[in-house]
């Protein structure tokens, strides 16, 4: 066990600090009284920091730790921390580590005994979360799906069973494929769509997935969170007694129990994954 106090002058301290994610208002006095006090201050991408720190005066030696680069770069920064350097790591927006780098940076600071303490700020699926009318006493954060449509449609139906709200990434680029996927999986639960997230034209959009499927995907520019209800009470309404029947049926068919699963799966409206554990028995 392992206990650290983040602000005792005798270990080296490594600052996490969350950065607006549209609106430059949201950065706070002590994020900037930190960032002013660095050596020096790393970056996701040093072009958009260097921006970033123009719009408030503040000029400091800037390091690049990116995806590609950040098991080398972390030890590069850590032994720049053990050596008295005060450095700061900030992504390009939100949080560092929320769907962008950071993760590796903080695991091998804590293993090399570097203390980290975060600089709080705005977070996109935060922001979306708690506006979006869905249940946020429990929530799952997945981010952004893989790009693959079968393996995202893999990693969707592995949700399925799940009753918290759901939360994704999404650029929009692939915004219309993602819907249709979370559609063909969820069916009709209800769903929004933020996106634009403190800026003038931030938008909520509110509906089910078959509603979101008739949008001009066109119009939704920006990055966007998408949430997606919880299961509740959707496989709760058919029975176990109705799915082994179901199941039996096209089992005497002499259908596969992988399409059985599938066929069932959709008829019912209920979980793959139930269904399956419910196969697995029979």
Known sequence: MKRNKSFDNSSPLLYLVATPIGNLGEMSKRALDVLSDMDIIAAEDTRNTYSLLSQYGIKKELFSLREHNENEASEHLI????????????????YPGISDPGYLLVKNAIEQGVAVSTISGSCAFINALVASGLPTDHFYFYG???????????????????????IFYESPH????????????????????????????????????????????????????ILVEGNHNLENQISENQIKQKLAYF???????KIAIEIVST???VGKNQVYKIAQNM
């Open 79 to 94: 032994s720049l921390l053990k050596q008295g350097k005060k450095i700061a790591y900030v992504s390009d927006a939100g």
């Open 144 to 166: 952004f799906l893989p790009k693959k449509g079968n393996e995202a449609k893999r990693e969707l139906e592995k949700l399925t069973d799940r009753e918290e709200t759901l």
């Open 174 to 225: 692939h915004i219309k494929e993602t819907i249709k996927l979370l559609q063909e999986v969820f069916k009709k639960r209800y769903a929004v769509i933020a996106r634009e997230l403190t800026k003038l034209n931030e938008e909520y959009i509110r509906g089910n997935l078959d509603e979101l499927m008739a949008l001009n995907f066109e119009t939704l520019k920006g990055e966007m969170v």
């Open 251 to 257: 089992l005497g068919l002499g259908i596969s129990k």
């Open 267 to 269: 008829e019912l409206g």
